[in-house]
């Protein structure tokens, strides 16, 4: 095999997924007769090229957080050539220069400099006038065979949509596919996906894992994979509906792209969840195959790739009409819906082997019936098989049976396709929401702010985002007090996650709230004698939801801790449950209804009873009315609370 890098135990850039080749040596670069390194720096630096967005996108050059320059995201020491060419465009141009007429040898690389980085000779090579070969790259035989296998015809960027069960994915997540020239149409599962994520490991999980993503404890380098093995990873374990988007680039923009992928092989970068992340990384990508696009200057705080995708879709021309692929579990669903009570049971109950496919129930039903009980039979053992792999291989000998009791009935599937959602990721709001409201409580009148960086909550509009899920992200609300009219904070959500997953006869999931931050509650509303101080809090509980994408109905335990200075003995421990319906009546229109007990019965004593129905109307696709209306009940006091306010998405 040929002596490849690996990340981490995350596959090297798919160099050794893609060639099976005997060792080739590397010869040096082709002979530069006359090449003066001088003169070459000299028109270099006359034609002002380290300034150029080419060359900075090429060395992933940004700017400083604070004060004048740059500094490159790259985290590798051997991706420079340049002591200072971390920081420093025009060095690290004047040294690859030197390396490449001098043929120099990079370390851990075994190549020359002209056999490893290739967008950067040949972008010299073409801004200097030179003749292709002047800067070596006749003998880089590993690289062309590993273009030669790519083949490269066209990039497509792939969005497989949020999973909030896991930290790293509750926002989705973004890579691309290279599809080859040779590939027949409709073979997209044959590609190549280019991913960047974090290395880290099998065993990172849980908080520790959140807590690493979020602080750059990790390296993030790129991998080059099947693309099937990305599609049965999204699609059919974690379940995410996944979709493709082409992207309109020329032969050129394909060719630095792929180029610099070379490049890549072996180079690390800090990994940030928030920020340096999946999204971000690959519009750098997209920034060397057209550099004009400036996209990542746009995303200096946070990247969520779905903002990243609507960020290519002003581009005009750029990106054009995506194609969506279902998940195994949604898939799994339409075809189940299709299917009535009673051959929804038949069809569980033969893939957990309890019935014989002699069964009169079974024989009984007219082929194209007994063609469907088999086929969702058959994909929910599967469906099985990819969330619990330890039931193999006994479940996969039965699963081979079904499919062949499937193929003895001459009929086509009878189920109709998938339907493509109306709204696709890119259509949908802006995850950066500004909300101004008018609140009523306590008999007061008073001024709500609220600013979220990120997500999406039940309340907003739906489209384009996963059914049933709520993220909030540093959300915080300020209240101007209607007694001295000061701006005060009322509360910050650091993070809240709502995931409700729908249960029927063949599905048996758990949802799931959590809720993290700052609030004043509880507070003199809750406990009697207590300031209505700011204090943290965690709150929430495993659930269950039943219904679909139009009427959906759940049930929580609560678990609730407060932590206080106003409380005595500085803390709160409560216990209770909430119970709610969201409904979609009509397009644009979204409601909520809850009600829920919380008893406190540790720490300071007291308790918080509520009831309110919320609803938003969307305005435009970013800004909607929403308003509430509720009763609390506390140990206090009882009253209606009322509020309605604009929400602004940018």
Same mark, same amino acid.
């Given at each position: ?27 040096? #670069? ?17 034609? &002002?090229? @380290? ?44 040294? *690859? ?100 994520? @974090? @290395? ?9 894992? !959140?807590?690493?993503?979020? *602080? ?48 890549? =092989? ?16 690959? /519009?750098?990508?997209?920034?060397? #195959? ?78 194209? &019936? ?23 291989? #006994? ?79 540093? &959300? ?13 904070? =009322? ?13 029927? =006869? ?56 407060? @932590? ?12 209770? #449950? ?46 909607? /009315? ?8 506390? !140990? ?15």
């Amino acid at each position: 095999m040929a002596r490849l890098a690996v990340f981490s135990g995350v596959s090297a850039l798919g160099w050794a997924l893609i060639l099976s080749l005997g060792w080739a040596g590397v010869a040096s #670069a082709a002979e530069s007769p006359g090449a003066d390194v001088a003169a070459l720096q000299a028109r270099a630096a006359e034609q &002002d090229l @380290a300034a150029s967005p080419q060359w900075r996108s090429l060395v992933h050059y940004e700017a400083n957080w604070l004060g004048d320059g740059l500094h490159s995201t790259v985290a590798s020491d051997n991706f420079f050539l340049s002591p200072a060419g971390r920081t420093d465009p025009a060095a690290e141009l004047d040294a *690859t220069l030197a390396a490449l007429v001098e043929d120099r040898h990079i370390e851990g690389r075994d190549k020359p400099a002209s056999c490893v980085f290739i967008a950067r000779r040949k972008f010299l090579t073409r801004s200097l006038g030179l003749a292709p070969q002047a800067l070596g790259g006749a003998d880089c035989n590993e690289y062309r065979q590993w273009r030669a296998a790519l083949s490269p015809d066209r990039i497509s960027l792939i969005f497989p949509t949020a999973f909030p069960n896991s930290p790293s994915s509750m926002f989705g997540h973004t890579l691309l596919r290279i599809d080859s020239s040779r590939a027949a149409r409709g073979t997209e599962l044959l590609s190549y996906a280019v991913n960047f994520a @974090a @290395a880290a490991g099998d065993d990172a999980k849980g908080l520790g894992f !959140a807590w690493h993503g979020l *602080t750059g404890g990790y390296p993030g380098i790129f991998g080059l994979f099947p693309y099937y093995e990305k599609v049965k990873q999204y699609a059919w374990i974690e379940h995410r509906d996944v979709w493709a988007y082409p992207l309109d680039l020329n032969d050129a923009e394909t060719e630095r792209l792929v180029d610099h992928l070379w490049e890549m =092989d072996g180079v690390r970068f800090d990994y940030y969840f928030l920020t340096k992340n999946c999204s971000y990384q690959l /519009l750098s990508l997209l920034e060397v #195959a057209r550099p004009e696009l400036k996209l990542t200057e746009q995303y200096s705080w946070y990247a969520i790739p779905a903002d990243t995708i609507r960020t290519l879709a002003d581009v005009p021309g750029l990106m054009e009409t995506p194609r969506y692929r279902p998940s195994l579990e949604t898939t799994l669903r339409w075809q189940a819906d299709q299917l009535d009570v009673d051959q929804r049971d038949l069809a569980r109950e033969l893939a957990a082997d309890e019935v014989a496919f002699d069964d009169a129930r079974l024989t009984a039903l007219a082929p194209a &019936d007994r063609a469907a009980v088999l086929e969702v039979a058959h994909d929910y053992l599967y469906y099985r098989l990819q969330s619990e792999p330890e039931k193999a291989p #006994a479940d996969q000998a039965h699963a081979n049976a079904i499919l062949l009791e499937r193929s003895r009935i001459g009929q086509p599937s009878p189920f109709t396709e998938v339907p493509t959602p109306e709204t696709p990721p890119d259509q949908g709001h802006r995850t950066l929401r500004l909300a101004s409201s008018m609140i009523y409580e306590a008999d007061d009148l008073s001024l709500g702010l609220r600013l979220r960086p990120a997500y999406h909550d039940l309340l907003d509009d739906p489209g384009g985002y996963t059914d049933g899920a709520e993220i909030n992200f540093l &959300d915080l609300g300020l209240r101007v007090d209607p007694e001295d009219g000061e701006l005060r904070i =009322d509360d910050l959500q650091l993070l809240n996650i709502v995931s409700l997953s729908p249960r029927n =006869d063949l599905f048996q999931p758990v949802s799931f709230q959590i809720d993290t931050g700052l609030r004043r509650r509880p507070s003199s509303n809750v406990f009697d004698d207590v300031d209505n101080n700011l204090g943290y809090y965690l709150q929430g509980g495993p659930g269950l939801a039943w219904g679909d994408s139009e009427l959906l109905g759940y049930v929580f335990g609560l678990g609730s801790l407060d @932590a206080n200075s106003a409380l005595s003995p500085g803390y709160a421990l409560g216990a209770g #449950a909430s119970t709610g319906v969201l409904v979609y009546p009509m397009p644009d229109l979204q409601i909520k209804a809850e009600a829920g007990m919380l008893e406190y019965l540790a720490g300071d004593d007291g308790y918080y009873r509520w009831a309110k129905v919320q609803q938003q109307f969307n305005l435009t696709r970013e800004l909607g /009315l929403r308003t509430e209306i509720g009763w609390e009940n506390t !140990a206090v006091d009882a009253g209606v609370r009322a509020v309605i306010g604009l929400q602004a998405y940018f």
